[in-house]
């Protein structure tokens, strides 16, 4: 697949075009080692500086990534004898939201996710990750379903929000978010929560509510969009930049906050640019929470949770 180069990375872009005709050249035969291993080199600088330096919107745009690992690229990499779940067994199935069961670790789990598209029909079929009340009702069967077997629950959360439409609103969304927050809060099994991308609204918090909360280091987590933020308050998509920085949706941010546990690190560039890292760091992080949760008592487990949520938003003079 082709590299795709977001607009602050064109220093970075500019220099990988000039890798890519050397290695062509190398392979006709041209002696170009050196200065192939010097531009990699001014790259990998250029990356360095760039990254180092990254303000709230460029996270944002960072984080919505059109090659930026999804849902389905995780579960691939970090579970074995998967089998996928679907359908809410009242109405349809949602393709934005994705189940199942698998493996991680040997430990049996089940998974829930958003899933947004890669091709333009992907993306339609997908609804560009936005579930439909019909998403959030298939995760809490199977987030029940969980419980019934005694399954640790890992979430992936990566969507701009839940489908603004009035279908939507004549199925009873904000019900249906609701009833997976109550719902979620009372599990009696191990919930660990991931930010892969954007956590978008209510459409990420029907998925949000656990134990713990991970955000990989280029993710988000808001409660309106930064363009939909800027449309309210300055009546123009076009001051996002500016909602951004106010909104305070980085991960950095919302570890300050106390609202993650753990910031994820990527690899230089973000997660697109080495999967296997990525994948390896998530692995990690998982492992290292689930471990602790599995070894607490039920009860233990579901008051430290409700202790956890209550506490947000509790500040002192």
């Given at each position: 697949?082709?590299?795709?180069?977001l607009?602050?990375?064109?220093?970075?872009?500019?220099?990988?075009?000039?890798l890519?005709?050397?290695r062509?050249?190398?392979?006709?035969?041209?002696?170009?080692?050196?200065?192939i291993?010097?531009l990699?080199?001014l790259?990998?600088e250029?990356?360095?500086?760039?990254f180092?330096?990254?303000?709230?919107?460029?996270?944002?745009?960072?984080?919505?990534?059109p090659?930026?690992?999804?849902?389905?690229?995780?579960?691939a990499?970090?579970f074995?004898?998967?089998?996928?779940?679907?359908g809410d067994?009242?109405?349809?199935?949602?393709?934005?939201l994705?189940?199942?069961v698998?493996?991680f670790?040997?430990h049996?789990?089940?998974?829930?996710?958003?899933?947004?598209?890669r091709?333009v029909k992907?993306?339609?079929?997908?609804?560009?990750g936005?579930?439909?009340?019909?998403?959030?009702?298939?995760?809490?069967?199977?987030?029940r379903?969980?419980?019934?077997?005694?399954?640790?629950i890992?979430t992936?959360?990566?969507?701009?929000?839940?489908?603004p439409g009035?279908?939507?609103?004549k199925?009873?969304?904000?019900?249906?978010?609701?009833?997976?927050?109550?719902?979620l809060a009372?599990?009696?099994?191990?919930i660990?929560?991931?930010v892969?991308?954007?956590?978008g609204?209510?459409?990420a918090?029907?998925?949000?509510?656990?134990d713990?909360?991970?955000?990989?280091?280029?993710?988000?987590?808001?409660?309106?969009?930064?363009?939909?933020c800027?449309?309210?308050?300055?009546?123009?998509?076009s001051k996002?930049?500016?909602?951004?920085?106010t909104?305070?949706?980085?991960?950095?941010r919302?570890?300050?906050l106390?609202?993650?546990d753990?910031?994820i690190?990527e690899?230089?560039g973000?997660?697109?640019?080495?999967?296997?890292?990525?994948?390896?760091?998530?692995?990690?992080?998982i492992?290292?929470?689930?471990?602790?949760?599995l070894?607490?008592?039920?009860?233990?487990?579901v008051?430290?949770r409700?202790?956890?949520?209550?506490?947000f938003?509790?500040y002192?003079?």
């Open positions: 697949m082709q590299s795709h180069f607009d602050f990375e064109t220093p970075i872009a500019e220099i990988e075009a000039q890519v005709e050397l062509r050249l190398k392979e006709s035969g041209e002696a170009v080692d050196e200065e291993s010097r990699t080199r790259s990998q250029k990356t360095q500086a760039i180092s330096n990254l303000d709230p919107w460029k996270i944002t745009q960072l984080s919505r990534h090659q930026r690992p999804y849902t389905l690229d995780y579960v990499n970090l074995t004898d998967v089998e996928f779940l679907a067994r009242c109405f349809a199935d949602d393709p934005s994705v189940g199942g698998g493996r670790e040997d049996p789990i089940l998974f829930l996710g958003h899933q947004k598209g091709e992907e993306k339609v079929a997908r609804n560009f936005m579930p439909k009340p019909e998403g959030y009702r298939k995760a809490l069967r199977l987030m379903l969980a419980e019934t077997f005694r399954l640790p890992l992936f959360i990566d969507t701009p929000g839940a489908y009035v279908d939507a609103e199925h009873n969304q904000s019900e249906a978010i609701a009833r997976n927050l109550e719902v009372q599990l009696r099994v191990p660990i929560c991931c892969i991308g954007e956590g609204s209510g459409g918090l029907a998925i949000g509510v656990g713990r909360l991970l955000m990989l280091q280029y993710s988000i987590y808001s409660v309106i969009s930064p363009e939909g800027a449309s309210i308050l300055w009546k123009s998509a996002a930049p500016e909602a951004a920085a909104l305070g949706l980085t991960a950095e919302i570890l300050d106390g609202l993650a753990e910031i690190p690899p230089p973000g997660a697109h640019r080495d999967l296997a890292t990525t994948m390896k760091s998530v692995r990690a992080g492992a290292k929470h689930l471990s602790v949760l070894s607490k008592p039920v009860d233990d487990l008051a430290e409700l202790n956890r949520l209550m506490h938003g509790v002192t003079n």
